[in-house]
Nanobody, 124 residues
Framework: QVQLIESGGGIGQPGNSLRLSCVVS????????MGWFRQAPGKEREPVAA????????YYRKSVKGRFTISRDNAKNTLYLQMDNMKPEDTATYYC?????????????????WGRGTQVSVSS
């Protein structure tokens, strides 16, 4: 059974940091590229960051570049998202997702497996 379980969400103030984790099971982790997506209330889900199977390539949306860092530990079947200098506009539910092929990292339609999400709120 495929499972992607996110954790690490919470409430923070602007400028704070959070680290999200996504532990996966049920498929061969290092054969899948991984991504983080987010959906704010009343808005469409959008790509945040993605990483290739061995971690040699990363993608970031423009608004998080320089503040967020995606990484993975294939030995632990775990994906991470380090979020630094958070802003109120980062408030959303964050989802991790897995895709088989290393193309079009920002296209959510290409992701086969999804977690249920973890909530992040940034407010002063």
């Amino acid at each position: 059974q495929v499972q992607l379980i996110e954790s690490g969400g919470g409430i923070g103030q602007p400028g704070n940091s959070l680290r999200l984790s996504c532990v996966v099971s049920g498929f061969t982790f290092d054969m899948y590229a991984m991504g983080w997506f987010r959906q704010a209330p009343g808005k469409e889900r959008e790509p945040v960051a993605a990483i290739s199977k061995q971690g040699t390539f990363t993608y970031y949306r423009k608004s998080v570049k320089g503040r967020f860092t995606i990484s993975r530990d294939n030995a632990k079947n775990t994906l991470y998202l380090q979020m630094d200098n958070m802003k109120p506009e980062d408030t959303a539910t964050y989802y991790c997702a897995a895709k088989r092929f290393a193309t079009n990292y920002d296209d959510q339609n290409e992701y086969a497996y999804w977690g249920r999400g973890t909530q992040v709120s940034v407010s002063s």
